[in-house]
């Protein structure tokens, strides 16, 4: 089963981790295609879990998989070892979401489907798992930026530094979109 090894190791990727996987890497954009196989396969389970909480249902979180593992066949060249390879696929992931998005978005369907899946989803006995997804939801709905924020401090517990290096600006950036993001939300619920 694809992941087994990564989630044995915990939720934390180590440096030891980090630089396994800045082995593999390096090794598969050598034309390796046995590490590149490794890569995905260590990789599947963190790329399924991230593309899940930005879009908020399986079935486009396995869309945004699909896509992240056919595109990095084309763009693990891209990567220059300078990030750690978690931050650098953070930024894969998310820009994988971003296409699926503004897709969705073309087609005017987005915001519907998302509040249909949420509702169809929400047994009415579950209050609070009612308001948990019409939080995350809303959150969905922010500007990309602050989304992106949000969902990171708090969907995946990153430190604020960590956000800035996955989204490529500063730690201040990153306390503003998290502010913005919460005065939006206030209105919004």
Known sequence: MPGVAVAE?????SSS???????LARAAIDGD?????????AQYDFVFATAFKWCGNREDAEDVTQDVCV???RILKTYDGRAAF????????????????RF?????KQARDLRETAMAQIA??????????????????L?????????LVYGEEKTHAQVAEIMECRESTVSFHIHAAKKTLKKLL
């Open 17 to 23: 981790k980090g630089e396994d996987m800045k082995a």
């Open 86 to 101: 978690s931050s650098w696929l953070y930024r894969v992931v998310i820009n994988a979401v971003h296409d699926l998005q």
């Open 143 to 151: 500007p990309d930026r602050q989304r992106d924020a949000m969902l």
């Open 124 to 141: 009415p006995s579950q209050e609070q798992s009612a308001l948990t997804s019409e939080l995350w939801a809303a959150v969905r709905a």
């Open 71 to 73: 595109k990095l066949a």
């Open 33 to 41: 295609r046995a590490a590149f196989a490794n890569l995905i396969e």
């Open 104 to 108: 969705r978005m073309r087609q005017a």
């Open 9 to 13: 190791a915990g939720s934390d990727i």
